[in-house]
């Protein structure tokens, strides 16, 4: 009988502690692996050679609304396909537990505009089988996964449950009796194995205003108290236990940073800052950040950033774009039906307004942003053209062009929206820093316009491989150990004995990031756009081969880590 029941042998292996690559063959039992060195091939149930091959631990991510997809898609696409072993959800505050069974319509309407989930997919593919949180770890764990989920107690249903929906958006203070419900109900959330709290903290008006409810209103989380969010701090603190996510505007208001190093503080656990972001047009943004950041590890403070790495850019077109809310002019004619956006977008008393509050957020200029599918004879000239060349053609202001193209095309038009961060200097300045995450993937949403869930196969394709800014030690650390490590995946992120085998094996000078595709993949008819890997030879997940030559092999063997796959109790004192 084999020691083991997989050896991966002869690979080149990266075991995400920095230290330096080194030949060797990885025995694995019982889904854990046993040992590391030198293993003949007879040892093993099965062999995978691993010979040419880059070996190194599954890749972590730390952002992502996978929770409803999570439902329907169990390789949890895109981030399945791109070397994504584990992630975390229920970011920014926004989840679907605890939820009332007379409140899923509008939990779910909430998710259609902020994270541009369609509600469609969420209606025919969520089960609904639930409450309570419990009872949705309890869902979760029931349903096939081909990645390990550690979950995040989402506040916004926690403070719509006990509030109610129209006080909690309201901002109103809670009560001494809601506060302490509200620590019952996030006790409970932990003891069923959530692993923190997560919040997004924006503006609720004004330049920052960029992620919005449905119905144009502020998240429920945009308006909650310091009060609030320093109880749950607390909680974790006496716990000694969890992390904090907290989705803040990259400019960055020194208040909030005062307020992100008090929860710290407070709790002292680690703290997630995302997103820390270059624009090209203003670097003192990210640097400012960065220095904030340096400053908060010099004082001992647990805050860590997350940084944009991918520049993936937005595909788009006006029946669903929803990332311009930063400028309310463009909120409020980019809110309504289809019909309704049409005919306000078409409205020229409008149009000054639009003219004259051009945003630059999440998009570079919009003169730069490129026409990559007219559905029109009319306009099918303009195929791969900018904004920018289209007005001078025509005459136009850049707004007008380009708003009268949607508009006659049913705002149906394709456009493209480089991102402000194309700057390989600004890339290398926010690499550079040791401890900045990589990702904001944002997998499960804005899936009409986004691809960044490519982005651990873009780190080792353009951060490594073609730009030289990290060795690909440094690389694996960033991308598995560290946020493993702030996340509290126990055991997870590294290549070790008794580690979990969460494993990706690729092909490094082959490896890519394939075009960008429309799938039609969704429950409700609904579509998405994709992009997908091409060099992962394999991916395991608690040793079981979940992709094979980029290909899902339909092994369902992730995990719901509750806790980060500690154990839920504690072993009785000795008497």
Request: proline share 6%; aromatic share 8%; glycine share 10%.
């Amino acid at each position: 009988m084999a020691r083991f029941d997989t050896v991966i042998r002869n690979g080149l292996i990266f075991d995400g502690t920095r230290v330096p690559r080194f030949s060797g063959d990885i025995g694995i039992r019982d889904g854990v692996i046993a040992e590391i060195g030198h293993i003949a091939a007879g040892e093993g149930d099965t062999v995978i050679d691993a010979a040419g091959l880059h070996v190194a631990p599954g890749f972590v991510d730390l952002h992502t609304h996978y929770d409803a997809q999570l439902f329907w898609d169990p390789y949890c696409t895109l981030s399945g396909w791109h070397g994504i072993t584990s992630a975390v959800i229920g970011n920014c505050g926004f989840g679907f537990a605890p939820v009332a069974p007379e409140m899923r319509e509008r939990s779910m309407l909430s998710m259609t505009r902020v994270e541009a989930i369609p509600y469609a997919s969420m209606k025919a593919g969520m089960p609904w089988d639930w409450v309570t949180f419990p009872d949705y770890l309890d869902s979760v764990e029931r349903t096939p996964k081909a990645i390990n989920l550690l979950p995040y107690v989402p506040v916004g249903p926690l403070l719509t449950w006990v509030m109610g929906l129209e006080d909690a958006k309201a901002g109103r203070m809670p009560t001494e009796a809601e506060h302490a419900e509200m620590r019952r109900l996030f006790e409970e959330s932990l003891d069923a194995g959530g692993c923190g709290w997560s919040a997004q903290r924006l503006m609720p008006q004004g330049p920052s205003a960029v992620q919005i409810d449905y119905d144009g209103t502020p998240m429920v989380t945009d308006v909650m108290h310091d009060e609030t969010c320093e109880l749950f701090a607390r909680i974790l603190g006496e716990r000694n236990e969890g992390f904090m996510q907290m989705t803040i505007a990259s400019g960055s208001y020194r208040n909030d940073r005062a307020h992100m190093e008090k929860l710290a503080r407070l709790s002292g656990r680690p703290l997630l800052w995302n997103v820390i972001q270059a624009f090209d047009h203003k670097p003192e943004v990210h640097r400012d950040g960065l220095a904030w950041l340096a400053s908060c590890r010099e004082r001992g403070i647990r805050v860590y950033g997350q940084g944009l790495t991918t520049d993936a850019g937005f595909a788009f077109t006006f029946e669903d774009w929803n990332l311009w809310d930063d400028r309310p002019a463009w909120r409020e004619a980019t809110l309504g039906t289809v019909e309704e956006r049409r005919a306000k977008l078409a409205d020229p008393e409008r149009r000054s307004a639009l003219r004259s509050q051009v945003p630059l957020s999440v998009t570079g200029p919009i003169a730069d942003v490129v026409v990559i599918g007219p559905k029109t004879e009319a306009y099918k000239k303009y195929l791969d053209h900018t904004v920018g060349q289209i007005a001078e053609a025509e005459g136009k202001h850049p707004v007008d062009a380009m708003l009268d193209m949607a508009v006659a095309e049913n705002l149906a038009t394709d456009f493209f929206a480089a991102p402000p961060n194309v700057s390989l200097d600004h890339l290398r300045e926010i690499v550079a820093d040791p401890y900045v995450l990589f990702g904001v993937s944002d997998g499960g949403a804005h899936t009409k316009f986004l691809t960044a869930g490519r982005y651990p196969t873009e780190t080792l394709i353009k951060i490594v491989r073609e730009n030289g800014m990290l060795s690909l030690e440094e690389a694996h650390w960033r991308l598995s150990a560290l946020p493993a490590m702030v996340a509290g995946f126990a055991d997870r992120g590294v290549l070790k004995p008794g580690a979990p085998a969460d494993i990706v094996i690729y092909d490094y000078e082959n490896l890519e990031v394939l075009p960008r595709e429309v799938v039609h993949d969704l429950p409700g008819g609904e579509w998405r756009r994709v992009q997908k890997a091409k060099g992962y030879r394999y991916v395991l997940v608690n040793g079981q081969v979940t992709i094979r030559d980029d290909a899902q092999t339909e092994t369902y063997s992730g995990q719901l880590l509750r806790h980060g796959g500690r154990a839920q109790t504690m072993p009785a004192a000795a008497e």
